[in-house]
């Protein structure tokens, strides 16, 4: 069975956006792959966060992860920092790595533009990244075409340690959706929906409630047009929310701008609410059920078990190859 690996940063809260365009590929594809997915909260610390925040956060994503529909049967799911391994053999590659080649990582380029003094670990990430891959012999990485260059930099990486050392790397292939949903902030309907944005009116984070989901939704910038209709150039906005509605109902656009077709904008706004807050009220009544049972510790202790014995082989296989320790 082919193998996948993805995670999801523990660097906000997540929304709408993290079920919709990553969560679910995951659930998606759990029957068909051995399928592991973990929280890269070391990834996180790339830029500043609070030690309280962000210990909260790994264990709610978890939670979320579950509560949305990955079945921890089907899935390995971990915590990258409970894993040596992964820092380990990421300094490997990055011995192996080149400066011109990791500064052409785009990512690396906005986010560094934000600071005065740039962390190292921003520059490094896609390398650590290329470690949680790599250590698990990973076929294919979902994730979202923003991270497209760091799976492709993974590849290349691989590529030149089997060519220098024997074989030892399986080379990743990015797996893109070709038409993933991508939700747009509710207020900047031309911008992602980001959890790490710093409005969060434009933004539906899965613990929010009804009432302020109703409200976020109410609120949705649209146009003047009152015409519904999907043109996310020149209606960001009503697409955004007709995007929404069809990726909760599992319904093609067809299908959507057909049944609103001589809907006014509030009573579309409305119905779009109703099916945001069905699905997110069934996530959050699993969500507090699973923080308040054992269930999460077993679950992670199972998986930094597997991951951890699946990690020291893969590394000690690499560290003998490049003739570390004794
Ligand atoms: P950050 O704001 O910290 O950069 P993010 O909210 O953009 O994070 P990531 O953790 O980088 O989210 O993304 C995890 C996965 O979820 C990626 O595959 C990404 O493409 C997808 N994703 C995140 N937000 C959205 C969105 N609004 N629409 C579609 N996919 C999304
Ligand atoms: N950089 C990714 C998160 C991430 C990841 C990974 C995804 C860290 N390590 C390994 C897939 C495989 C992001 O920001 N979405």
Redesign the pocket.
Known sequence: MKRILTG??P??EL?L??L???INQSIRYQDEFESFIFVPDMHAITVPQDPKILRDRIKKNVALYIACGIDPKKNIIYIQSENLYHANLSWILECNTYMGEASRMTQFKDKSSKFQNVPVGLFTYPILMASDILLYDADYVP?????KQHVELCRDLAGRFNKKYGDTFKLPVPMIPKM?????DLQEPTK??????PNPKGIIYLLDDEKTIRKKIMAAVTDSDARVDYDPDKKPGISNLLTIYASLKELSMEEVVSYFKDYNYGSLKKEVADVVVEKLMGIQEKYYELMQSDEMEQILNHGAEVTNEIARKKYEDVRRKIGLGR
């Not at 993933?180 to 747009?184: C, D, L, P, Q």
């Open positions: 999801l940063q660097s906000g929304t956006g993290s919709l365009g990553g994730t979202g075409m923003d991270q993933g949903a991508k939700i747009m992602k929906m980001s959890k790490s944005s």
